[in-house]
């Protein structure tokens, strides 16, 4: 047993057909498997019933918490309101629309006192083709840009070390949030265990992250992100293991253009199958 608190938070919009089945899935597994719990639900301005179900799940049960965003804000702003709440040892978010197992933390935990974040990886990502191309293309940017180089960057299932988390100050509403942590936490010179887990299909609710206007954002998100860690680090110190945060963020800027390039065209392309179908 894992001899700390943990904080799961789980950001969810419109996921009234899944979110109870995740926390309850969640109050089932965690407490055999760590000394102390809670579940932060991040209703992110849901427009289905997503909202009185947290309400009364947090109503029932002491260790769950309902956090209310009156509009939709984004992905990486219902994260970020789950973070602030925390007050957990260690911080976890797993996606909220059953795609992932609670249950595969146990390939997680025996590395948790020994790095600062341990991210999982999609062993087999099961979704649309497209969708993985995005993942691919978008890994590529991350890697080039960024200097993090994961198999699975935008995996919704990590486990944070809180004081690292806390210490990281996030600014991405959307889709790149798990970039910009990711990002931040290694010019910290944080260490970081990669683990598989397993991946469902999604068989209730509709995804939202593979849509034109959501991978176009993200496109955005992606520049002022580099633009803005280029201008904050001209002027920090080293990090503690001396790595120089300026040669990761390099500029490749053919390479990304041209990535940018065939996300955008493959955009193009399922957006008039959608529209023929």
């Known amino acids: 047993m894992l001899d700390r608190k943990l904080s799961l938070v789980l950001p969810a919009h419109n996921e009234a057909e899944n979110i109870e089945a995740i926390v309850m899935r969640a109050l089932d597994v965690l407490p055999r498997l760590i000394r102390d719990i809670e579940i932060i639900v991040v209703n992110d301005g849901s427009r289905d019933e997503t909202g009185p179900i947290i309400d009364t799940l947090a109503s029932r ?5 309902a956090v209310h965003h009156p509009h939709n804000r984004g992905y990486g702003a219902a994260l970020t309101s789950g973070f602030r709440v925390a007050t957990g040892d260690s911080i976890m978010f797993m996606d909220s629309d059953r795609q992932f197992d609670i249950a595969d933390i146990n390939a997680l935990l025996p590395y948790v006192p020994y ?8 062993i087999q990502r099961r979704d649309p083709l497209y969708r993985r191309l995005y993942g691919k293309m978008f890994g590529l940017v991350v890697w080039l840009l960024f200097g993090v180089h994961l198999r699975d960057t935008d995996c ?7 004081d690292l988390l806390n210490s990281i100050e996030l600014t991405t509403p ?12 290694k010019r910290r010179g944080a260490t970081i265990v990669e683990v598989g887990v397993n991946h469902y299909p999604r068989f209730a609710g509709e995804s939202s992250g593979g849509s034109p206007s959501v991978v176009f954002r ?9 633009l803005r860690l280029r201008r904050e680090s001209a002027g920090d110190p080293a990090p503690p293991n001396g790595h120089n945060e300026r040669r990761a963020l390099v500029r ?5 253009t041209a990535v940018f390039g065939a996300v955008a065209a493959l955009v193009a392309l399922v957006s008039r199958k959608r529209r023929s179908s």
């Open 61 to 65: 049960h002491a260790c769950v918490h």
């Open 115 to 122: 790095y600062d974040i341990v991210a999982g990886y999609r």
């Open 156 to 162: 919704a299932f990590k486990i944070y070390r809180a």
């Open 174 to 185: 959307g889709a790149l949030i798990n970039t910009e942590m990711l990002a931040r936490a």
């Open 218 to 226: 993200a496109m955005g998100e992606t520049v002022k992100l580099w």
């Open 252 to 256: 490749p800027r053919t390479v990304v």
